[in-house]
C-alpha cells in the first residue's frame, strides 16, 4: 500500500528562519514555498532525494500547526507516505482498525489528496497519506 517516504514535516515557529537553517543544512536555494488556506499554513518543500523536507507554520493561532506548537516544541511532526489510491488505504485501514483523523481526504500542500492517520495507531508518530 505505501509506496515510499513523500517527505517529513516539521512544525516552526518561524519559516523564514528555519528555511534559512535548511538552506545552509541542504544546500538547496530553490525551494518551494506554498499558502495552504484549508489548513492555514505556510509551507517550504525542500527537496532531497527522492523525499521532502516540508517546513509547516501556523498563519492564525487557530492553524492545526499553531495548535501543535502551543502544546509541543519546534521538530518533527508527520512522516508523509505516498499511495496510489488515498480513498482505498483509508477504507483498507479502517478495516484494520487503524484509528483515522480523516475519514475522507482533503487538499493539502501542492494540490494532492492527502488524510491523516492517528499517532496512537502508528507507535506515537502522526502519519500522513499523500496521492500524487
Known amino acids: 500500500m505505501l509506496k515510499k517516504i513523500n517527505h517529513i514535516g516539521i512544525a ?3 519559516i523564514k528562519e ?3 537553517k535548511y538552506v545552509g543544512l541542504t544546500n ?3 525551494y ?3 499558502y495552504v488556506e484549508g489548513q492555514d499554513v505556510d509551507v517550504a518543500m525542500f527537496k532531497v532525494g527522492e523525499s521532502q523536507i516540508e517546513l509547516l507554520q501556523g498563519r492564525t493561532e487557530n492553524s492545526p500547526i499553531s495548535k501543535y506548537l502551543e502544546k509541543n516544541r519546534e521538530g518533527l511532526h508527520h512522516v508523509a507516505y505516498e499511495v496510489e489510491d488515498v480513498e482505498k488505504a483509508l ?3 479502517k478495516e484494520k482498525g487503524f484509528r483515522l483523523i480523516d475519514e475522507t ?3 493539502g500542500a ?3 489528496k492527502i488524510a491523516f492517520i492517528h499517532p ?3 507507535g506515537g508518530v502522526l502519519t500522513e497519506l499523500i496521492q500524487i
Do not use: C, F, Q, Y
Request: overall charge negative; proline content about 4%; cysteine-free.
Open 12 to 14: 516552526v515557529k518561524n
Open 110 to 112: 501542492g494540490g494532492h
Open 18 to 20: 528555519a528555511a534559512e
Open 32 to 34: 518551494e514555498t506554498e
Open 91 to 93: 477504507k483498507e485501514l
Open 28 to 30: 538547496i536555494t530553490d
Open 105 to 107: 481526504p482533503r487538499i
Open 120 to 122: 496512537k495507531s502508528t
